[in-house]
């Protein structure tokens, strides 16, 4: 076999290592994802109650107390995000 094809078929073994590779961590990508699913989902009825709450409170409040509704209600949103919102890289 010349030194050609021996580096072409080099390059191909190399090429389909980095493909499996690729597919390993698609796998765990996908898995890593689900997880956050999973957890998103789990909380998400308490994040809703509280939500309907604040939504409540605001309906019977007025001037000062409503702010501090909303004020509740923008910390909570900001909660989600931050546990829950993508990740900078």
């Known amino acids: 076999m010349t030194d050609l094809?021996?580096?072409?078929?080099?390059e191909l073994e190399d090429l389909k290592r980095l493909r499996?590779?690729?597919?390993v961590q698609a796998?765990?990508?996908?898995?890593?994802?689900?997880?956050?699913?999973?957890?998103?989902?789990g909380q998400w009825p308490?994040?809703?109650k509280k939500l309907r709450s604040f939504e409540?409170?605001?309906d019977e409040a007025s001037g000062e107390a409503a702010h501090r509704v909303l004020k509740a209600t923008r910390e909570l949103y900001e909660?989600?995000?931050?546990?829950?919102?993508p990740k900078s890289r």
């Open 5 to 10: 094809k021996r580096k072409l078929r080099d």
């Open 20 to 23: 499996d590779e690729v597919r």
């Open 27 to 41: 796998k765990l990508g996908e898995a890593e994802a689900k997880k956050l699913w999973d957890r998103v989902e």
């Open 46 to 48: 308490d994040v809703e």
């Open 56 to 58: 409540a409170q605001v």
């Open 79 to 85: 909660d989600v995000r931050r546990r829950f919102g």
